[in-house]
T-cell receptor, first 114, second 113 residues
Framework: DTAVSQTPKYLVTQMGNDKSIKCEQNLGHDTMYWYKQDSKKFLKIMFS???????INETVPNRFSPKSPDKAHLNLHINSLELGDSAVYFC?????????????FGSGTRLTVV | QQQVKQSPQSLIVQKGGISIINCAYE??????FPWYQQFPGKGPALLIAIRPDVSEKKEGRFTISFNKSAKQFSLHIMDSQPGDSATYFCAAILTGGGNKLTFGTGTQLKVEL
């Protein structure tokens, strides 16, 4: 009974392609996030949605477009993929304003651009 | 600008020993400080967390020490076990900033038999 599930787990694609990653949570959380983990394992926030509303949008190329159809789902669409987009992308969820509960992360999507 | 600095980058400890990871932060508006544990191929998982008005928190073999005046905090793993081998991240949260979680750079811990 996975709490935060991402699909696909692995994604290999050529430069210039467009791809999407999907995320779903069944924890009843109202806030969802996308984090990027680079080759040095550094984790950095990209976006955050609260009840379908974008609340955090870090300095991310506009080739990346998140979309939240409802508070249990958050997708990430990437246009014109570049070599530098290769990373592990993590979806996470939490309850806004309840820092002490922490985040719940998915298992990640390893994106390789060739 | 790295708002949360973490050291060491890697750590090797003998089984039964104490593992110590240190972090420092700059933004005094951070209001919660969690530690995450990540195994290969998995997402980070919350290990233990502390508020800035508490100097120490212990959960089992894991203890956070917090020094608000120095803007530093550390994770101590007592009686380290091979199963503790993982990457550990300190982090800081701005609850008022959309629960934004800012991570340290990570420490790869290996516990040897």
């Amino acid at each position: 009974d996975t709490a935060v599930s991402q699909t696909p787990k692995y994604l290999v694609t050529q430069m210039g392609n467009d791809k999407s990653i999907k995320c779903e949570q069944n924890l009843g959380h109202d806030t969802m996030y996308w984090y990027k983990q680079d080759s040095k394992k550094f984790l950095k926030i990209m976006f955050s949605y609260n009840n379908k509303e974008l609340i955090i949008n870090e300095t991310v190329p506009n080739r990346f477009s998140p979309k939240s159809p409802d508070k249990a789902h958050l997708n990430l669409h990437i246009n014109s993929l570049e070599l530098g987009d290769s990373a592990v992308y993590f979806c996470a969820s939490s309850l806004l304003g309840r820092s002490w509960d922490g985040y719940t992360f998915g298992s990640g999507t390893r994106l390789t651009v060739v | 600008q790295q708002q949360v600095k973490q050291s060491p980058q890697s750590l090797i400890v003998q089984k039964g020993g104490i593992s110590i990871i240190n972090c420092a932060y700059e933004n005094t508006a951070f209001d919660y400080f969690p530690w995450y544990q990540q195994f290969p191929g998995k997402g980070p998982a919350l290990l233990i967390a502390i508020r800035p008005d508490v100097s120490e928190k212990k959960e089992g073999r894991f203890t956070i020490s917090f020094n608000k005046s120095a803007k530093q905090f550390s994770l101590h793993i007592m009686d380290s076990q091979p199963g503790d081998s993982a990457t550990y991240f300190c982090a800081a949260i701005l609850t008022g900033g959309g629960n934004k979680l800012t991570f340290g750079t990570g420490t790869q811990l290996k516990v040897e038999l």
